[in-house]
């Protein structure tokens, strides 16, 4: 009564985070970064990151994307940035005037 089940997953095993099975021996080598590991990379990933520019961030958030095809296209903006800069020059300008008319009703 010796039954052949054809693949089967090793006895010991553990699960690794990609699902998949390992055999205990290779499972014991996996060594998983302590808290300042995970710091050093993460500081080095965004030592890298400062090479991309603060400019070409700020324009990426405020311009479309480019257009592959045709690279002489000018970029245009952002209908989101439009809103949220009309907005912001409006309530600027209804605080400099609501201050003007508050100086020269004081005034007079």
């Known amino acids: 009564m010796n039954q ?3 693949i089967t997953q ?3 095993s553990e699960r690794n985070w990609d699902g998949m099975f390992l ?3 290779h499972a014991m080598d996996i060594v998983t970064p ?3 590991q995970v710091r050093q990379a993460g500081r080095m990933r965004f030592h890298r990151a400062c090479d991309a520019g603060v400019w070409k961030r700020l324009l990426a958030a405020v311009l479309e ?8 296209t000018p970029r245009h ?3 989101e940035a439009l809103i949220i800069g009309s907005l912001i020059a409006g309530s600027i300008t209804l605080s400099v ?3 003007l ?3 020269l009703v004081r005034s007079a």
């Open 4 to 6: 052949d089940t054809g």
């Open 10 to 12: 090793p006895l010991f």
């Open 23 to 25: 055999p205990r021996e």
């Open 34 to 36: 302590d808290r300042k």
């Open 65 to 72: 994307p480019a257009n592959p095809f045709d690279e002489a």
């Open 77 to 79: 903006v952002r209908l």
């Open 97 to 99: 005037l609501f201050n």
């Open 101 to 103: 008319y508050a100086a």
